[in-house]
């Protein structure tokens, strides 16, 4: 099976624009989820889609969004894009095993630079 | 998520066993026992998890204790591919929907 995949791979903005991020899970996969890592702060959980419903979310602002379409693919979207928002953005698809656990299989990253 | 304890760091000679040990004394009785890595500037790469028994895949092979309150991963011939950052981490059931990783153990694996 083809792994996560994430597009683009690296990014340069500047400050007040906006991004849009793509992945696309495991086949199979229904639960796609989005964190934010930087040196500083570690792994950060954006947010997690399930069947094109925003299931959980993270502690971050507004300008953070995404969305989940019916064939599993996700996209998240930063607006208004501030220089700490400079970080590698890690998309993650996973399957509920029969017993309830579900591991989290991640894509290569997106590497956002903010300038 | 349960608190995990790792070594900061860690080598091993190319070739020979590395053995990651974990430290989980609080997990409870339904959390798993998970392992990643992240080699740099890469996204984490699952390697193994288990509840209570020992485990074995392609990568790696999972020690837990009895008692469940640590844990030893082992990289049964560490490749200088290996070197990376290990990461041990408890989590629960469906309802523990997001991953926290520490400070992990950087590995590095010397020729």
């Known amino acids: 099976k083809a792994g996560v995949t994430q597009t683009p791979r690296y990014l340069i903005k500047t400050r007040g624009q906006q991004v849009t991020l793509s992945c696309s899970p495991i086949?199979?996969?229904?639960?796609v989820s989005w964190y934010q890592q930087t040196p500083g702060q570690g792994l950060q959980f954006l947010f997690e889609?399930?069947?094109?419903?925003?299931?959980n979310k993270g502690n971050f602002p507004g300008r953070f969004s995404g969305r989940q379409f019916s064939n599993s693919r996700s996209e998240m979207n930063v607006s208004t894009l501030e220089l700490g928002d400079s970080a590698l953005y890690l998309c993650?698809?996973?399957?509920?095993?029969?017993?309830?656990?579900?591991?989290?299989?991640f894509g290569p990253g997106t590497r956002l630079l903010v300038l | 998520d349960a608190k995990t304890t790792q070594p900061t760091s860690m080598d091993c000679a190319e070739g020979r066993a590395a053995n990651l040990p974990c430290n989980h004394s609080?997990?409870?009785?339904?959390?798993?026992v998970y392992w990643y890595r992240q080699i740099h500037s890469q996204g984490p790469q699952y390697i193994i998890h288990?509840?209570?028994n020992n485990e074995t895949n392609e990568m790696a092979s999972l020690i837990i204790t009895e008692d469940r309150k640590s844990s030893t991963l082992i990289l049964p011939h560490a490749t200088l591919r290996d070197t990376a950052v290990y990461y041990c981490?408890?989590?629960?059931?469906?309802?523990?929907?997001?991953?926290?990783f520490g400070a992990g153990t950087t590995v590095t694996v010397r020729a």
């Open positions: 993650a698809s996973s399957f509920q095993s029969p017993g309830g656990q579900e591991t989290q299989y």
């Open positions: 086949s199979g996969h229904r639960s």
């Open positions: 889609y399930f069947s094109e419903t925003q299931r």
């Open positions: 609080t997990i409870s009785g339904n959390e798993y």
């Open positions: 288990g509840l209570k």
């Open positions: 981490i408890v989590r629960g059931g469906s309802n523990d929907y997001k991953l926290s």
